[in-house]
């Protein structure tokens, strides 16, 4: 608690305490309060969008090299601190403090890394004579003010898949952590002012959504917004940035189907599919959550998954050995147990779990790994999200039902295959809708590559080069090089004026 920032937000380089209603973070292992802060209102977040743009000038033009080397001393920073944010993201989440220390932070310190490099070579064009008579080059400029919002389930990495890409390009940002869990973010900003990335060049507010968050969304200075969070509120936000035209990039709700054709590696896609639905408790985008299983597979693939779900270890979030915490919050975990409670009015089967587990678990928001069966396919536990560790397998007898049902939900943000034939796990790749798809694997995200959805799951990238293109825009800047007054097309606007 002690090392926590006593601080609501972070602007132009310094921790500031909000003034609107009050806030709580509670640790959903013990269900106690571990740090109150009062909300950020409008004026708040005014003051941090025009800090942003206040930084703006120096910072867009700054060199490449220079805001390479800033980052590059970020990601030194963040190491040094690596193990307090990896305590402060496990209290504040719930989450084994094993993902925290292997996952949620080396991966948000190698996204910085990343940038730090990509930042010194945007892609574009090569220049040329396309009409003959002029040079074109492209230019790939940055936007502004990027504003961002962002949920609770990585709140380290969100932030920093957020922030990395668009100050590498030359942005500023104003960033809202979800309001449950704003202690690692407002770490990142304590340690980019170490770093010494300019004061107001990422700002940081709190709040709750529709609050905090709707104010940042509609001030009319943001050239950007940037949102990851469920589908419905993407959807909303969508609608509020359309009013001021602001450009916006949108990373949804996903519900990723998990394909096991006839030839595949049962061990593989058992060990894959519990590793994969269960991780962060299920509460990531793009968790496993409906198996499809090859009807020759099916029965051995429940067997197997039930049998490794129920060695899983629930137990404290601080205990290396725990395999798996507390959902984020209690209301979460009441979330999912709803649905569950449908699903299986509805004729689903429990085979594992199905329940929030009792004795010395039972005050945290703990809910047991869950395995499905027998749920319909337009059932909503198959068709929506729940985010909790929750699995449904369904079976089918040939490739394409397998496919056809892998489509067949709203969302398009990940999915995986597992084949040994190279045609089907390429036939699989090309036909899934998805904005990832792994073969022999589900989940495995890498800093070079993008991540972002399709369908309801969003548009744009995070991550890798590709994410330039939601924080630039490109410019087409064509010069003459004939230094000749009469343009050759100029007769097509007054051909007969010099006859006059
Ligand atoms: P959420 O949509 O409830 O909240 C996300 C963020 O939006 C929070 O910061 C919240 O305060 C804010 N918000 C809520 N209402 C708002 C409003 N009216 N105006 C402005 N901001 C508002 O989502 P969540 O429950 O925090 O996170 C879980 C969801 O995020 C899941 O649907 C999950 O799939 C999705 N997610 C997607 C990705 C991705 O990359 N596609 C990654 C992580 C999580």
Request: aromatic share 8%.
């Amino acid at each position: 608690m002690s090392t926590y920032p006593q601080t609501s937000n972070y602007i132009a380089g310094k921790p500031g305490v909000g003034t609107g209603a009050e806030q709580s973070v509670i640790d959903p292992f013990t269900g106690e309060v571990i740090w109150t802060y009062r909300a950020d209102d409008a004026s708040t977040v005014g003051a941090a969008v025009q800090a942003a743009a206040a930084a703006y000038p120096e910072w867009s033009g700054a060199t490449p090299a220079d805001r390479s080397g800033a980052l590059t001393a970020l990601a030194v920073e963040l190491s040094s601190v690596a193990e307090e944010l990896a305590q402060t993201e496990t209290a504040q989440t719930g989450k084994p403090i094993r993902l925290s220390r292997e996952f949620d932070v080396p991966g948000s310190i190698d996204n910085v890394s990343f940038f730090a490099g990509a930042a010194r070579h945007l892609d574009g064009h090569a220049s040329g004579e396309y009409s003959g008579d002029h040079t074109s080059t492209i230019r790939r400029e940055s936007l502004g003010v990027v504003g961002s919002i962002a949920p609770w389930n990585y709140p380290l990495q969100m932030a920093a898949w957020k922030v990395l890409p668009a100050i590498a390009a030359g942005n500023t940002i104003v960033l809202k952590p979800a309001e449950n869990t704003p202690l690692t973010t407002l770490l990142l900003a304590e340690a980019c002012s170490r770093a010494g990335i300019p004061a107001g060049v990422v700002n940081i507010v709190n709040g709750p959504g529709p609050d905090t968050g709707q104010t940042l969304v509609t001030d009319p200075a943001l050239s950007m917004m940037s949102f990851t969070g469920s589908t419905a509120v993407g959807r909303h936000i969508a609608g509020l940035a359309a009013a001021n035209g602001t450009r916006l990039h949108l990373e949804l709700g996903g519900k990723a189907p998990f394909v096991v054709f006839d030839d595949a590696d049962l061990e593989a896609a058992v060990r894959g599919a519990v590793a994969g639905s269960l991780i962060n408790s299920g509460q990531d985008c793009t968790a496993a959550t409906r198996a499809y299983v090859h009807r020759s597979l099916f029965d051995d693939f429940v067997d197997g998954v039930t049998d490794l779900m129920r060695r899983v270890r629930l137990g404290a979030p601080a205990d290396p050995e725990t395999d798996q915490g507390p959902l984020v919050s209690f209301r979460q975990r009441d979330r999912v147990a709803s649905m569950v409670e449908r699903a299986l009015r509805d004729g689903a089967k429990a085979v594992s779990g199905g329940q929030a587990p009792g004795d010395d678990l039972a005050d945290g928001a703990y809910y047991e790994p869950t395995l499905l069966v027998d749920a319909d396919q337009r059932s909503e536990i198959v068709q929506q999200e729940a985010f909790g560790p929750v699995l449904v397998a369904l079976p089918f007898d040939r490739d394409d039902e397998g496919i056809e049902l892998a489509n067949d939900v709203p969302f398009g943000l990940a999915a995986s295959a597992w084949t040994r034939d190279v045609f089907r796990a390429q036939a699989a790749a090309r036909r899934i809708e998805a904005g990832t798809v792994w073969i022999n694997d589900h989940i495995p995200i890498i800093s070079e590559m993008p991540h972002g959805g399709m369908k309801a799951s969003g548009y744009g990238k995070d991550m890798s080069s590709y994410s330039f293109d939601e924080y630039t825009q490109i410019k087409h800047v064509m010069s003459d090089i004939t230094a000749e007054a009469a343009k050759p097309w100029h007769t097509t606007v007054f051909a007969h004026a010099e006859q006059r």
